[in-house]
């Protein structure tokens, strides 16, 4: 894979999260009156599902770029054999393990997060 | 506590005789003038001859007495200890990340391995005129901040991507030549070059926290290189999808 696909995806991803939460913040500074029904009608709302949808699909991205390159820095060969040789051997697996985990949840939280916007 | 003593703190390590590397301590008097970290070693090693350090120009043009001085990498020929002293203390350790032949002297093969990569020499399959390549002043001009290197590795050794993936990341030092060449308008294998470059760790372990330029004893700023480097794979990518739908 290309390094530039990985550094867009994290940049631009960023990017999105962040002008997800100016679009939240803003709802709350721009509304005169904060209550149910108004709130109701903001999360309810068509805009707020989708950019919701695709905000956590850029976290889940964004965090799997980050998560892949702290399991690549970290759980290698060379950074484990400074705790033990033993582990050090175990690194490719350790690692593997690791990118299983994390893609696990991550699958997990955008389900969850997908049931409680659209069901 | 020691008004005209200086204390060095030193890394030591013979793998013949030590197990493990330790810490020993030196007192020596103050010197009276302000001399640089290479000239204590000097006085250190009259004291001690089984110290081991590089040096050869002492005048910070090549680059083989890079060390970690105070925490900070750094030339010893060029560093007067005034500048790094703590409480009258010095403490010396080789070049964080590589492994230690022997005290201060650090085996350099993976920094060199990661120059090699980036085939630091012009490549132009032209025809050579009779005498040189001639460049335009402007495209000179564009080699300054980038050739004055000396591949020292206090930048490689002083950043984290390169601790943890030294086979993988080329590091700063090597992809600030990198864009020397990538810049350089006598040199034709930009698009290979930038290939070579293009895959998540060549230059993309760079999270810009910027070690190498608070370290280089040159003012060099290999983050800044490393920067244009990014934005000529991310022009790269561009041209050849706009070459691929014409």
């Given at each position: 894979m290309k390094g530039s696909i990985l550094w867009n995806?994290?940049?631009?991803?960023?990017?999105?999260?962040?002008?997800?939460?100016?679009?939240?913040?803003?709802?709350?500074?721009?509304?005169?009156?904060?209550?149910?029904?108004?709130?109701?009608?903001?999360?309810?709302?068509?805009?707020?599902?989708?950019?919701?949808?695709?905000?956590?699909?850029?976290?889940?991205?964004?965090?799997?770029?980050?998560?892949?390159?702290?399991?690549?820095?970290?759980?290698?060969?060379?950074?484990?054999?400074?705790?033990?040789?033993?582990?050090?051997?175990?690194?490719?697996?350790?690692?593997?393990?690791?990118?299983?985990?994390?893609?696990?949840?991550?699958?997990?939280?955008?389900?969850?997060?997908?049931?409680?916007?659209?069901? | 506590m020691f008004g005209n003593k200086l204390e060095i703190s030193l890394y030591r390590y013979n793998p013949e005789e030590d197990k493990f590397p330790y810490m020993k301590k030196y007192i020596i008097d103050k010197p009276e003038r302000d001399i640089m970290v290479l000239d204590l070693l000097n006085l250190l090693k009259e004291e001690d001859q089984s110290i081991s350090y590089r040096r050869s120009c002492r005048e910070g043009v090549c680059g083989s007495d890079g060390m970690n001085i105070n925490g900070k990498n750094g030339l010893a020929c060029i560093t007067p200890i005034s500048e790094v002293i703590k409480r009258n203390?010095?403490?010396?350790?080789p070049l964080p990340g590589l492994p230690v032949?022997?005290?201060?002297?650090?085996?350099?093969?993976?920094?060199?391995?990661?120059?090699?990569?980036?085939?630091?020499?012009?490549?132009?399959?032209?025809?050579?005129?009779?005498?040189?390549?001639?460049?335009?002043?402007?495209?000179?001009?564009?080699?300054?901040?980038?050739?004055?290197?000396?591949?020292?590795?206090?930048?490689?050794?002083?950043?984290?991507?390169?601790?943890?993936?030294?086979?993988?990341?080329v590091g700063p030092a090597a992809l600030l030549q990198a864009y020397r060449f990538l810049v350089d308008s006598r040199d034709l294998k930009t698009q290979e070059r930038l290939e070579s470059l293009s895959d998540p760790f060549s230059v993309y372990r760079c999270h810009g926290i910027m070690n190498c330029v608070n370290v280089c004893p040159k003012g060099l700023n290999p983050n800044k290189a490393i920067g244009e480097i990014k934005s000529m794979l991310h022009k790269n990518k561009k041209d050849i999808i706009v070459s691929d739908g014409a």
């Open positions: 995806i994290q940049r631009y991803s960023a990017l999105f999260i962040f002008a997800y939460f100016i679009y939240i913040v803003s709802f709350f500074i721009i509304s005169d009156e904060i209550n149910f029904s108004i709130l109701s009608n903001f999360f309810f709302s068509y805009t707020f599902k989708v950019s919701t949808t695709f905000v956590f699909l850029m976290i889940v991205a964004h965090s799997y770029v980050g998560l892949w390159t702290v399991g690549t820095d970290y759980l290698t060969e060379r950074t484990l054999g400074f705790l033990s040789k033993s582990l050090a051997k175990r690194a490719g697996l350790l690692r593997n393990l690791y990118f299983i985990v994390f893609i696990t949840l991550g699958i997990f939280y955008l389900m969850v997060i997908l049931y409680i916007i659209w069901l | 203390k010095i403490e010396l350790r032949i022997r005290d201060l002297v650090v085996d350099m093969t993976e920094f060199y391995s990661q120059y090699e990569k980036i085939k630091p020499f012009l490549q132009n399959e032209t025809t050579a005129p009779e005498q040189e390549r001639l460049q335009s002043p402007e495209d000179r001009d564009k080699l300054d901040g980038l050739y004055e290197c000396i591949l020292c590795a206090c930048c490689s050794t002083s950043c984290p991507s390169f601790w943890w993936n030294p086979d993988k990341f």
